[in-house]
């Protein structure tokens, strides 16, 4: 399983990179078979899971890092294991400096599942240190507008399941 965390600390851009991430999927001939979202009545209703699945492959995506997210993604994430398993997850996480409790239940869900697992971390905190960006969530759209093949096949390189990269990303 190939596990892809998109840590940060709150409202930095990890449902932002989600939802592209997600476009990009969609783009792929990836169908969904599953979702969850947050309650409208939630200030973060943005926040989704959700089941992608080709005929080869299955991503389970999740932009949410606060504890009723994590509790819906371990939900989902079980109800929909049916013996398939998942080829990789995409999930946000929070920093383990900032919230190690948070941080510990995210890699509860998949760790004791998964011995062969491929952990790729993309620090939103420290891309925005970095390079001493303002608007992390216009940086990331921009990026991936520009130069979505580069970061995408970045990603893509590191996964078993293989996912062809355009650089449309619609708006």
Same mark, same amino acid.
């Given at each position: 399983m190939e596990v892809v965390l998109i840590q940060g600390s709150p409202n930095i851009g990890k449902t932002t990179l989600c939802k592209l991430i997600e476009e990009i999927i969609k783009q792929n001939s990836f169908k969904e078979e599953a979702r969850e979202r947050r309650p409208n009545d939630c200030r973060y209703e943005q926040d989704f899971t959700a089941i992608y699945n080709n005929e080869s492959c299955r991503i389970i995506i999740n932009?949410?890092?606060?504890?009723?997210?994590? =509790?819906?993604?371990?939900?989902?994430?079980?109800?929909?294991?049916?013996? +398939?398993?998942?080829? /990789?997850?995409?999930?946000?996480?929070?920093?383990?400096? =900032?919230?190690?409790?948070l941080?510990?239940?995210?890699?509860?869900?998949? +760790?004791?599942?998964? /011995?062969n697992k491929n952990e790729i971390e993309i620090d939103l905190d420290a891309l925005k240190q970095k390079y001493k960006i303002e608007d992390l969530c216009s940086f990331l759209k921009k990026t991936l507008k520009k130069d979505g093949v580069k970061v995408l096949n970045k990603v893509k390189n590191n996964l078993k399941c293989k996912v062809r990269v355009n650089c449309h990303v619609s708006k």
């Open positions: 932009s949410e890092s606060e504890k009723e997210g994590i =509790d819906r993604l371990a939900a989902l994430y079980t109800k929909h294991y049916n013996n +398939k398993g998942y080829n /990789v997850l995409i999930t946000a996480i929070r920093p383990k400096k =900032d919230s190690p409790r941080h510990k239940w995210v890699k509860d869900i998949y +760790k004791n599942n998964f /011995v």
